[in-house]
């Protein structure tokens, strides 16, 4: 069979940034991607699309064109691992085999877990900034959405992009302050947790456009069906004391961010967790059980934002401890939980949370220029205008603008402590 010195399991953001990096590292390492998409999605970007700013073809690239020359492309999908064997099974059951392997699968989008969704996607006013083919809905129903009801609602986190659900929210209601239709509109927030945002610092700045726009904050309310047909909507709702009632909802139109999952493959292999994502070293990407095998993105279980931010910062340290791992040495670089979140609170102005492991805030900008926790224009200069070639350009080049990992000193696997007493 074959066998590569780095084999990467996903060409999304995740997967593309290590090669890139790698590469920029050590040009003749042999490196292959397992990918069975023909194309590559900057999804931050759909959130824009959803809020007319953004067209969707702004959005994608051919998969052939972002990955690198040097890369040999398997466009198969992977169905399982068999980390005593090193190798990975693609669906045909070819083996590949790997001296070291990175794992970047992404999540799962559990449509199915609502009843009644998956048929109504796409009309009757049902509508998700969370599929390249659907975000241009959200606009158009935003636009043609006068007076009645509109729902926007937020499973249980895990999610990607923790503050997509509400952003669709805001452009929207922004369009409907500025077309003066917020007096005829009920807009609700359908929140399956119990609080607006994970990170209380940003949560006063989004409270003050929950009121502008006059939104109803409806906390603990988890999406349960949809009927398309009939425009309503059933929630689950938990009270103070852990009691379950339904409620049915009407509905004009409604933005669903779906629950998310593991893929299952993952789910259903040895490298996963018991909620089935990759069990990862939560600093050095490292996973728990296998040195051979690192892991980054959606689908590892390290406690940070699930976000592109978070995989600009991981790839670096990935490369630098899969590097070192080839050398039989330990990992050395480490991440620090950094994720971001734009939220787009406004057309023309966004609140930049950026923070890493535990809510500690990791502003990327000094205090003067963007005050982090207050809507900034420069931050949505830097969404519209910044980020997208940041991302094309830096993260899946393998330039690593203000992403440099830190890298530790010494071993910490073999750190000598005998004479530690020496300070
Ligand atoms: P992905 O980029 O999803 O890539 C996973 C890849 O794995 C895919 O190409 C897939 O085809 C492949 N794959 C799947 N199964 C297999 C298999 N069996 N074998 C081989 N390959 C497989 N992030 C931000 O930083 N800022 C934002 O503002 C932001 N907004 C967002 C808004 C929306 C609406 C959405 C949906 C996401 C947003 N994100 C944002 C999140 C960001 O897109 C993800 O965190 C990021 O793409 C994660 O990278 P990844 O490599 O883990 O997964």
Redesign the pocket.
Same mark, same amino acid.
């Given at each position: 069979g074959r066998r590569h010195d780095v084999l990467i399991?996903?060409?999304? +953001?995740?997967?593309?940034?290590v090669a890139a990096s790698l590469l920029k590292r050590k040009p003749d390492l042999n490196i292959a991607i397992?990918?069975?998409?023909t194309e590559? %999605?900057?999804?931050? =970007?759909? /959130?824009l699309v959803?809020g007319g700013v953004f067209e969707r073809k702004d959005t994608v690239r051919p998969?052939e064109q972002v990955m690198p020359d040097q890369v040999k492309w398997y466009h198969?999908?992977?169905?399982t691992f068999e980390p005593k064997q090193q190798q990975v099974v693609l669906?045909d059951g070819e083996r590949i085999g790997y001296r070291m392997l990175v794992v970047? *699968?992404?999540?799962r989008l559990d449509w199915d877990a609502i009843p009644g969704l998956r048929e109504t996607l796409g009309s009757n006013g049902v509508t998700s900034?969370?599929l390249f083919d659907l975000?241009p809905y959200t606009w158009d129903l935003v636009q043609s959405t006068r007076k009645g009801k509109s729902l926007f609602t937020q499973p249980p986190m895990p999610i990607?992009?923790a503050?997509?659900p509400q952003?669709?929210m805001y452009l929207a209601c922004d369009y409907w302050h500025r077309n003066n239709r917020l007096g005829e509109l009920d807009i609700q927030f359908c929140n399956a947790g119990g609080a607006l945002f994970g990170v209380a610092d940003y949560v006063p700045a989004l409270m003050e456009y929950i009121e502008k726009y006059g939104i109803e904050l409806n906390f603990m309310h988890n999406l349960a069906a949809v009927d398309g047909q009939a425009k309503t909507a059933l929630f689950k709702v938990t009270d103070g004391e852990g009691q379950v009632s339904e409620i049915e909802k009407p509905f004009d139109m409604i933005h669903v961010c779906p629950p998310q999952k593991s893929?299952k %493959?993952i789910a259903d292999s040895p490298l996963a967790d018991a909620d089935g994502w990759l069990d990862l070293s939560p600093e050095t990407m490292q996973h728990k059980q296998f040195g051979d095998i690192f892991g980054?993105?959606? =689908?590892?279980n390290t406690p940070n +934002?699930? /976000? +592109?931010? +978070?995989?600009?910062k991981q790839a670096p340290v990935v490369a630098e401890n899969v590097l070192r791992a080839l050398e039989g040495e330990a990992p050395r670089a480490i991440y620090d939980g950094y994720?971001?979140? *734009?939220l787009t609170v406004e057309r023309g102005k966004i609140v930049l949370a950026e923070f890493g492991y535990g809510g500690k805030l990791l502003p990327t900008f000094p205090n003067w220029l963007v005050q982090g926790t207050r809507p900034s224009k420069l931050s949505w200069l830097l969404?519209e205008k910044m980020?997208p070639w940041l991302y094309w350009e830096g993260m899946l080049k393998g330039r690593e603008w203000l992403a440099k990992p830190e890298i530790l000193a010494h071993n910490p696997a073999v750190q000598d402590t005998s004479d530690a007493c020496d300070w």
């Open positions: 399991v996903g060409g999304g +953001a995740g997967g593309q940034s397992i990918e069975p998409r590559h %999605f900057y999804q931050p =970007g759909w /959130t959803g998969m198969a999908a992977a169905s669906e970047s *699968p992404g999540l900034n969370y975000a990607k992009c503050g997509a952003k669709a893929p %493959f980054l993105g959606d =689908g590892g +934002a699930k /976000t +592109a931010a +978070a995989v600009r994720g971001s979140c *734009p969404k980020l």
